[in-house]
Each structure stands twice: as structure tokens, then as C-alpha cells.
């Protein structure tokens, strides 16, 4: 979730789970754990975060399935 955060704090674009997943990895920001789905994983995480933080670090993009910077 961290990596994600950062990666969209230094970009003006939003990116969907795959994406911020990859992206994440080729910078050294995460390393894969084997975990199966590490996409669903961190969808779940970006969700759980909206619903519970009064000031999440990530928002829903305009662009479906794509998440902003808060």
C-alpha cells in the first residue's frame, strides 16, 4: 500500500492495481511475497482504506478501475 501510494504521489496519472503492482516491483518499492493475486490484494487494501480513513491517501480515478492520488 505504501509503494502504491508513493508511486502515485510521483505521478500525475492514475493507474489501475496491475499497474502500481509492476511498477512497484521494477523500482524496488516491493517485493513479490508469492502471494497468488497481489492486484486483488491491493484493490482490497485501496478499498478498505476509502471506506475506513476520514482522509484516504487514494481515491477513485474518473477513468474505471484507476486509482489518484488523494
Not at 510521483?10 to 503492482?21: A, D, I, M, Y
Not at 524496488?28 to 486483488?40: C, F, H, S
Amino acid at each position: 500500500m505504501n509503494a502504491a501510494v508513493e508511486l502515485l504521489r510521483q505521478s500525475e496519472h492514475p493507474f489501475n492495481t496491475r499497474e502500481l503492482v509492476a511498477m512497484a516491483t521494477a523500482q524496488g518499492l516491493w517485493t513479490p511475497t508469492g502471494a497468488k493475486t497481489p492486484e486483488q490484494t491491493l484493490y482490497g487494501a485501496i478499498f478498505r482504506e476509502i471506506a475506513t480513513k476520514e482522509q484516504p491517501r487514494i481515491v477513485k480515478a474518473e477513468q474505471k478501475g484507476k486509482f489518484r492520488r488523494a
